[in-house]
């Protein structure tokens, strides 16, 4: 039987009416200060939940439900009261880890409006460029242990230097030597190729080294903490084929240290500072 036109249009009035109601008292019942949450003792307000919320629709690509993020927020709270209870405050490693998050949240208070300002020109990163360019290279590494003495390190560069003489009367091709004698792993796959390199992702000395050099020059034998390497020169690309986005990130981080050490400068006139530098070792 089909419902008279009537029956149906007064069916639709009251549900529409009966949501609007409804809406209407959610939100009278939403007050910022009514609480929508008691925790032991830890009121949740709804302006809390509301300002919380917010931040993870900001943060997140697929945000839970408000209900599920209650939920969070009320586990959140049960467990911040039981790190009290358990005394938690006091361990040693939550201390330091407070230590940390002051630490960071003093940096961010401090510095971060100033990081977040810095500009990098072209002009400043072809200057930057001129003097770290990305640079390729193939090496043999004949490498010892970090807590090598000195006698284990005498061996690895007598070793070394048998080597480099033998790649320097040039029998075999550079790839050959590398597939021989190299001990790094990684790169004898390759021909003891390391790819394009900048200052920073290099050694110091084995990029300074390495800078000097000319295109398919060989040269050792370089030291590092690794042990020591014989050095193919491969390539040195000009600004115009180089990374930008590398380059614009090491100015901005020279920058940024910059700005750092400025701060920390101005701090150490507050808080002397003593180092026993024959200590360190």
Same mark, same amino acid.
């Given at each position: 039987?089909?419902?008279?036109?009537?029956?149906i249009t007064?069916?639709?009035?009251?549900?529409?009416?009966?949501?609007?109601?409804?809406?209407?008292?959610?939100?009278?019942?939403?007050?910022?200060?009514?609480?929508?949450?008691?925790v032991?003792?830890?009121?949740?307000s709804?302006?809390?939940?509301?300002?919380k919320y917010?931040?993870?629709?900001?943060q997140t690509?697929?945000?839970?439900?408000?209900?599920?993020?209650?939920?969070d927020?009320?586990?959140?709270?049960?467990?911040?009261?039981e790190?009290?209870?358990?005394n938690?405050?006091?361990?040693?490693?939550?201390?330091? @880890?407070i230590?940390?998050?002051?630490?960071?949240?003093?940096?961010?208070?401090?510095?971060?409006?100033?990081?977040?300002e810095?500009?990098?020109?072209?002009?400043?990163?072809?200057a930057?460029?001129?003097?770290?360019?990305?640079?390729?290279t193939?090496?043999? #590494?004949i490498?010892?242990?970090?807590d090598?003495?000195?006698e284990q390190?005498?061996?690895?560069?007598? @070793?070394?230097?048998?080597?480099?003489?033998?790649?320097?009367?040039?029998? @075999?091709?550079?790839?050959?030597?590398?597939g021989l004698?190299t001990?790094?792993?990684?790169?004898?796959?390759?021909?003891?190729?390391?790819?394009?390199?900048?200052?920073v992702?290099?050694?110091?000395?084995?990029?300074?080294?390495?800078?000097?050099?000319?295109?398919?020059?060989?040269?050792? #034998?370089?030291?590092?903490?690794?042990?020591?390497?014989?050095?193919?020169?491969?390539?040195?690309?000009?600004?115009?084929?180089?990374?930008? @986005?590398?380059?614009?990130?090491?100015?901005f981080?020279?920058?940024?240290?910059?700005?750092?050490?400025a701060?920390?400068?101005? #701090?150490?006139?507050?808080?002397?500072?003593?180092v026993?530098?024959?200590?360190?070792?």
């Amino acid at each position: 039987m089909i419902r008279p036109i009537a029956s149906i249009t007064a069916t639709a009035q009251f549900i529409f009416l009966t949501a609007a109601l409804l809406t209407t008292q959610a939100a009278l019942a939403a007050e910022p200060n009514d609480i929508v949450a008691v925790v032991g003792t830890k009121q949740i307000s709804v302006k809390e939940l509301n300002d919380k919320y917010e931040d993870v629709l900001r943060q997140t690509i697929n945000p839970p439900t408000k209900e599920v993020f209650l939920e969070d927020l009320i586990r959140y709270e049960m467990g911040v009261q039981e790190a009290y209870k358990k005394n938690l405050p006091e361990d040693p490693i939550v201390k330091e @880890r407070i230590r940390q998050e002051i630490y960071k949240g003093l940096i961010e208070r401090e510095l971060g409006k100033k990081v977040s300002e810095i500009k990098v020109t072209d002009a400043e990163m072809q200057a930057y460029y001129r003097k770290s360019p990305e640079i390729r290279t193939s090496h043999i #590494l004949i490498e010892f242990r970090p807590d090598a003495n000195e006698e284990q390190k005498k061996a690895a560069r007598e @070793r070394a230097s048998e080597i480099f003489s033998e790649v320097e009367k040039g029998k @075999r091709s550079f790839e050959e030597y590398v597939g021989l004698y190299t001990d790094d792993v990684l790169s004898k796959k390759t021909g003891g190729d390391v790819g394009w390199q900048t200052a920073v992702t290099l050694v110091p000395n084995y990029y300074t080294t390495a800078l000097a050099m000319k295109i398919n020059e060989v040269k050792g #034998l370089i030291e590092t903490q690794y042990g020591f390497h014989i050095i193919k020169k491969t390539g040195q690309r000009p600004y115009s084929e180089a990374n930008k @986005r590398t380059i614009r990130a090491a100015v901005f981080d020279t920058k940024r240290r910059i700005l750092f050490d400025a701060y920390f400068a101005g #701090l150490k006139k507050q808080y002397p500072v003593k180092v026993n530098k024959d200590k360190i070792k």
